[in-house]
């Protein structure tokens, strides 16, 4: 299944695709729908239709309780960040607030002028989860979604430590879809990856040649804190980020950047002027 959040003229929808039209599904988001322990169920339901063209995309889930990120998890983006693979994987957090629709413009802070791209998959939770042993990381995955993790360079390298440069507001694209695993070839999936930028490539590589795949990063997070449904996790970015490169480039109002995953969709963002 493909579900999505959507917002309409009555507020926001919990929505299947089913061809050419989006499917009601009863709830206002997916957070809402994923806290149904029978979700699964729930999610082939009819109701009211809305035509896939022109859908206003909400972020999948509006409002998780948390979103944990990875950072360092394919071999090449390391390597052009100059470190050695890591022993563990290296974690920050994103909060609710950070997060955009897979078409809404991510308005450029102008605090920055170092904004940077990070293609990512994305693992949405369906279960409540802690301590999780192998079949329940896999069984506490509700589906997987692209994410664009917008950085602000110049603040996330203030530090030693990222976040500053992650959390900045309404800057980070989600969606448009939570693509079931039993779509994308179970919950290791091998999935192509892409970053866009005005029609130059600047990101690609392939999902399973990440160091932490999704169920080994499942239960690895909720051995630390309960995972709850909504919650998602980025699995980390490929190499070809802007400031890795020499010179260093950045994104800048007018630029149009889409950051796609086979079999998940594409988040399509243009930059415009805060």
């Known amino acids: 299944m493909k579900l999505a959040t959507i917002r309409t003229a009555d507020g926001t929808r919990a929505v299947r695709l089913d061809g050419e039209v989006l499917v009601d599904l009863g709830y206002a988001d997916l957070g809402e729908l994923f806290a149904e322990a029978d979700w699964r169920q729930r999610a082939t339901a009819s109701g009211a239709t809305y035509p896939v063209a022109g859908a206003d995309f909400a972020p999948v889930v509006p409002h998780p309780s948390k979103v944990v990120c990875v950072g360092h998890n394919y071999t090449d983006h390391i390597k052009e960040m ?77 530090t030693i430590e990222w976040t500053q440069g992650k959390i900045w507001e309404a800057t980070t694209p989600v969606g448009p879809y939570v693509v079931t695993p039993d779509e994308v070839g179970g919950v290791r999936p091998a999935l192509q990856v892409r970053t866009v930028v005005d029609g130059e490539v600047r990101q690609q590589d392939d999902t399973g040649t990440l160091l932490f795949d999704p169920v080994f990063l499942v239960r690895y997070i909720s051995t630390v804190i309960t995972l709850r449904p909504g919650d998602i996790i980025a699995t980390g970015t490929p190499a070809g980020v802007g400031n890795a490169r020499d010179p260093k480039v950045f994104l800048h109002p007018g630029d149009t950047v889409v950051t796609e995953i086979s079999g998940l969709g594409a988040c399509v963002n243009k930059v415009v002027e805060a």
């Open 82 to 158: 100059g470190r050695d693979l890591p022993q563990y994987p290296t974690l920050f957090p994103k909060f609710a607030e950070t997060l955009l629709g897979a078409g809404d413009d991510i308005v450029k802070p102008a605090e920055t002028d170092a904004l940077d791209w990070e293609v990512e998959l994305a693992v949405v939770i369906g279960k409540r989860v802690r301590r999780a042993d192998e079949r329940q990381a896999a069984d506490a995955i509700a589906g997987f979604t692209v994410m664009n993790d917008i950085s602000a360079r110049d603040w996330q390298f203030r």
